[in-house]
């Protein structure tokens, strides 16, 4: 199984996750000249959070607290998997997000104490849209869940994406509910 280096800081170009997670069919499937892989720590560069402002404001992002991101996620490994698709100049045009839950109650037996993935931030360059990317990247990361144990993966979308989500094989499982936080920059600074 893949693991960080033991400084626990990863070479630029060192994926998040181990490629042999990428999907053979997949990767077959791609458009010529795309490619799929693991987000990589130099991919500011490369700039990922480009399909990232299709979804919604992303805001002033430094490089430095971008990295310090991926740093963090990649001291926990078998956790967090990004993927990106990438044109023929390398430069990132889709992305998205399977986050590894482990639970402690799964209301099957048979299940024991399973894993559930869910599926955040899929996201796809306007004009790169059309060209069934966003397909490509649900099916890696539902290969992706698969193999890393996962009994279900689950995402929540907006209604007016709901139809795009049924296509990929999804189907409506109950109602997102949300509780927003206003971030608290005045006691340390964190507005996380």
Excluded at 6 to 26: C, D, H, M, Q, W
Excluded at 93 to 117: A, D, F, H, Q, W
Excluded at 133 to 140: N, Q
Aim: a positive charge; aromatic letters at 8%; charged letters at 25%.
């Amino acid at each position: 199984m893949w693991s960080p280096p033991s400084n626990g800081v990863p070479r630029p170009s060192a994926p998040l996750f181990s490629t042999s997670l990428i999907s053979p069919a997949v990767r077959a499937s791609l458009p010529a000249n795309y490619t799929i892989r693991p987000l990589q720590r130099s991919d500011y560069r490369a700039n990922h959070l480009d399909p990232l402002r299709v979804l919604t404001k992303v805001g002033d992002i430094s490089q430095e607290a971008w990295v310090e991101q991926y740093d963090w996620m990649a001291k926990v490994p078998d956790t967090y998997f990004l993927l990106v698709v990438c044109d023929d100049r390398g430069k990132i045009v889709g992305t998205g997000t399977l986050l590894k839950e482990r639970k402690l109650l799964v209301p099957s037996i048979i299940r024991n104490l399973g894993n559930v993935g869910h599926i955040e931030d899929i996201a796809v360059l306007e004009d790169q849209q059309g060209k069934k990317l966003g397909l490509y990247i649900l099916r890696a990361l539902g290969y992706i869940a698969e193999k890393v144990g996962c009994y279900k993966q689950i995402l929540d979308c907006s209604a007016q994406n709901e139809g795009f989500y049924v296509k990929c094989g999804f189907k409506r499982a109950g109602t997102e509910m949300a509780q927003y936080h206003e971030a608290d920059t005045k006691s340390d600074g964190n507005t996380t």
